[in-house]
């Protein structure tokens, strides 16, 4: 009988364990534009996991750090989170505000566009990304933002369905050009 509750005890400290192993400190901030070229490495491991990289990797970080710099400034559309874990960046969430034309009714005059939504592998499944999809969604409550839109991957659909979003009958895509 003391064998039992010897194992169960194990048990629950291995299980202690590995939810300590599973932890990690990270905080959620505001991007600043000198996070430009942590965020440009982000974008890459982003995209260079999906398909087949036609730019060379130092042409499209200088690219693409560079236009990050510029869109991170203040007062434009764009906004930016990031998860910072012992002073590097794991993840990353870009929203650009995409403005209404002025309508008449009382009805926010904004949608918001989420994009370009990673984390590093290592610390997906331990609330970055929750966090992070938490702090646009009240960025966007405080503003006259109608509705966030997206394209989710297969496997981050079922976050965006913890927090309410759904899939649409009334939205329509035209692919213009192959990505």
Known sequence: ???????????????AMSEADNNIDFE???AQTSDAPALAKLRYALRSSTGVVTE???????????WMEEHLKAGGYWQCWVAESEHKLIGCLWLQLVEKIPNPRSEPEYHAYLTNFYVEEFARGRGVGSQ????AIAWCETREVHAVILWPSARSRSLYARRGFAVRDDLMELLIADA
């Open 1 to 15: 009988m003391n064998c039992g509750k010897v194992i169960v005890s194990a048990n629950l400290a291995a299980a």
């Open 28 to 30: 959620i901030r505001s």
């Open 56 to 66: 060379p990797k130092a042409d499209f970080s200088k690219r693409c750090t560079d």
């Open 132 to 135: 992070m999809l938490s702090r």
